[in-house]
Structure formats: structure tokens, C-alpha cells
């Protein structure tokens, strides 16, 4: 992993993060234009909206993106139907998400911030969490380019257990993207109600409340 702080700045009509001393232009955006998710009957098989569950999509029901990054899975959530409210509290990386909030005529609610003060609030339907996933026992090949500037970014998620605690309480549905080589989150002895396998993850859903 580089070194390096990236930068943000305005480049072509939009906000991008890149390294110091690459070429303006090929750094990463918030851009949903890229995001090829199809029609309601598309969504709902996903891994990520089966997690949250296709009949509260159905419904509207409220959810809370505790950890949105450039907001990618906050928009398909939003498409599939869900009142999405997503928290990212690094600046730098909200500024780029409100950007491309903006340019696509602003799918879902930002809130520059850190979640953990305002789900006990907000107690909504669903709380989704995609922290930053734990390194791989063994040596792999570099994760793409979004994923190393974000990082680089934000750092790790030293506060996770907390957040998830906090959502556990708040919320009777919390979902967690993990990688596969991972292990369920189980703070506070809280175990997986179903895990849905995905491509690239695994979606561990727990039901607080039965």
C-alpha cells in the first residue's frame, strides 16, 4: 500500500480523489451513471438486497448506510426501493460522494458525520455496514485503485465493534458485508441469523429482535 495522502479536486465538471502526481482525470469519483443494476425484478436478486430483504425494499422502509464510502451500495439500495439515509463521517470522502449525489440528481439523503451519534435516533428498518475489510492471512494481489485511495483515506474502522453494537440496538435488522475469508462479526456475542454469499462477499444478516 502507498504511502502517499491523496488529494481531492475538481476535475472535468466533477469531484475526484487521486494520488499526488497522477494524471488529473484518472483518480475515483462518485459516478452512479457507471452502475448497471437494471429493473426492480434485477435488484431483487441481488445478494445485497436479498441481505437487506426484498419485501422492506418493497415497502420503503427506512436504511441506514452507516459506512457509505463513495455510496455505491447506498444507491442500489435506494433503486430497489429503500429510504436510504447514508453517514460518511471522513470529509474528504463525503465531499466526493455529495458530488456525485448531485450530478445524479440525488437518489438518497448524505449526512457528513459519524452514524454512531444518531442511529439511536433514527432507529430505522435496516442498518447496513461495509467497513473496511480486514487484510488477507496471505500475501494477494493489491485491491483496486478505489478501494487503496479510500483506505488511504479513512484508515481502518478501530471504532467497528462499537458501531455495531450500537446498530444492533438500534435497529432490528443489521447487515454486514464481509470478505470470505473473514469471520462474522460477534460483538457482544451476537452471531449471523444467514449469511447470503455473493461474488466478491458475503452479506451476514442478523435479526436482533425475534
Known amino acids: 500500500?502507498?504511502?502517499?495522502?491523496?488529494?481531492?479536486?475538481?476535475?472535468?465538471?466533477?469531484?475526484?480523489?487521486?494520488?499526488?502526481?497522477?494524471?488529473?482525470?484518472?483518480?475515483?469519483?462518485?459516478?452512479?451513471?457507471?452502475?448497471?443494476?437494471?429493473?426492480?425484478?434485477?435488484?431483487?436478486?441481488?445478494?445485497l438486497v436479498r441481505a437487506c430483504g426484498v419485501t422492506l425494499a418493497r415497502e420503503g422502509a427506512s436504511l441506514v448506510d452507516a459506512t457509505a464510502g463513495l455510496g455505491y451500495d447506498s444507491y442500489v439500495l435506494s433503486r430497489a426501493g429503500f429510504a436510504v439515509t447514508a453517514f460518511e463521517r471522513h470529509p474528504a470522502v463525503a465531499s466526493v460522494l455529495a458530488d456525485g449525489l448531485r450530478r445524479a440528481g440525488n437518489p438518497f439523503v448524505l449526512r457528513?458525520?459519524?452514524?454512531?451519534?444518531?442511529?439511536?435516533?433514527?432507529?430505522?428498518?435496516?442498518?447496513?455496514?461495509?467497513?473496511?475489510?480486514?487484510?488477507?492471512?496471505?500475501?494477494?494481489?493489491?485491491p483496486p485503485k478505489e478501494m487503496q485511495?479510500?483506505?488511504?483515506?479513512?484508515?481502518?474502522?478501530?471504532?467497528?465493534?462499537?458501531?455495531?453494537?450500537?446498530?444492533?440496538?438500534?435497529?432490528?435488522?443489521?447487515?454486514?458485508?464481509?470478505?470470505?475469508?473473514?469471520?462474522?462479526?460477534?460483538?457482544?456475542?451476537?452471531?449471523p441469523s444467514s449469511s447470503i454469499e455473493g461474488k466478491l462477499a458475503r452479506f451476514d444478516v442478523y435479526l436482533t429482535r425475534r
Open 1 to 47: 500500500m502507498r504511502d502517499e495522502r491523496p488529494i481531492v479536486s475538481q476535475v472535468d465538471g466533477r469531484l475526484e480523489a487521486r494520488w499526488p502526481g497522477d494524471r488529473p482525470g484518472t483518480g475515483i469519483a462518485s459516478d452512479f451513471s457507471t452502475v448497471a443494476i437494471g429493473g426492480r425484478s434485477a435488484l431483487a436478486r441481488m445478494p
Open 112 to 142: 457528513e458525520g459519524d452514524a454512531i451519534d444518531a442511529l439511536s435516533a433514527l432507529q430505522p428498518d435496516v442498518v447496513y455496514l461495509d467497513p473496511m475489510f480486514p487484510p488477507k492471512r496471505r500475501a494477494s494481489a493489491l
Open 149 to 191: 485511495i479510500v483506505r488511504a483515506l479513512v484508515g481502518d474502522d478501530l471504532d467497528l465493534e462499537r458501531l455495531f453494537a450500537v446498530a444492533c440496538a438500534a435497529s432490528p435488522r443489521v447487515v454486514v458485508k464481509r470478505p470470505a475469508h473473514a469471520d462474522p462479526l460477534r460483538a457482544g456475542g451476537a452471531e
